[in-house]
């Protein structure tokens, strides 16, 4: 495909590709060759961690890839257990000096972890980083409103970004309204649902039959025509390229509302911010 991406632009000047590329649980080679043939195919926003142990794989990807770095937006997260303050900063630099380069686009702190509750002090460190230029723009992962308020009261700076879970089983629209309101982007992981069958479900399945794409491509679509940012993952090539095709699907006002009817109360797949404790 290897086309030009439209963006999305949140705090911060930070200007984002509308669809990004994840790389957990992918190490090694395989992280290696998957990151490659994703920027290949046309993917500029790259999503990795301190704690997926792939940030040299993912760099050296992007290294070899031949496309100008100022072109590639690398994005990775601050584990848990390096909130404190100078503790965070090595932990940032340490993640610089692993991807290759000189400077990671976006980085986030991962979890909140809420018990252990220094997430404002892992915050001062990342806007520390920022104006040492290790880190160009900095946001959060898996943050609830109380945290973002929070953050904003005691240190004055909204993320530019919020990456939480998203798919058509649990779409967050409160708190994608208030980061709406507020100028952050919503970035979503698991947005294909993570292997548990959404994509077998008979309303994206008839959906992407009257579209003539994948029942992936339209859940994908159905985010970006929410104003939220998913990050698919997949090592196959093919299947990459089906998920950056949800950018030329356009569903329609029926298509979105019969997407809408699989929310359920139960849909979340990953960690209660509220009390889930990173390492």
Request: hydrophobic share 35%; proline share 5%.
């Amino acid at each position: 495909m290897n086309q030009q991406l439209p963006t999305i632009s949140g705090l911060d000047g930070i200007d984002l590709p509308v669809i990004g590329f994840g790389t957990y649980p992918m190490k090694g080679g395989t992280a290696r060759e998957a990151v490659g043939a994703a920027l290949q195919i046309g993917y500029r926003l790259i999503d990795s961690a301190y704690n997926y142990e792939n940030e040299g794989s993912v760099g050296k990807a992007i290294r070899e890839s031949g496309i100008p770095r100022d072109e590639i937006v690398l994005c990775s997260k601050l584990p848990g257990r390096h909130h404190e303050r100078a503790d965070a900063l090595l932990a940032v630099e340490e993640s610089v000096h692993r991807t290759g380069g000189d400077h990671i686009d976006l980085y986030l702190i991962h979890w909140p972890n809420p018990a252990t509750d220094r997430f404002v002090e892992a915050w001062q460190a990342l806007i520390e980083a920022r104006k040492r230029g290790w880190v160009r723009h900095i946001g959060v992962s898996n943050f609830e409103r109380t945290h973002l308020e929070r953050l904003l009261k005691e240190t004055g700076v909204l993320p530019a970004v919020n990456q939480i879970e998203v798919h058509p089983r649990f779409p967050q629209a409160d708190l994608h309204q208030y980061h709406q309101d507020h100028g952050i982007i919503t970035e979503a992981w698991g947005p294909l649902g993570r292997g548990t069958g959404l994509l077998d479900n008979p309303v994206l399945c008839d959906i992407a039959d009257r579209h003539g794409t994948t029942s992936g491509a339209v859940a994908l679509a159905w985010h970006l025509q929410r104003g939220v940012l998913p990050l698919p993952k997949s090592s196959s090539k093919e299947r990459q390229a089906e998920n950056l095709g949800a950018v030329d699907v356009n569903l329609t006002l029926e298509d979105m509302e019969q997407i809408g009817t699989l929310a359920s109360r139960e849909g979340r797949l990953g960690g209660d911010p509220m009390i889930h404790e990173e390492f």
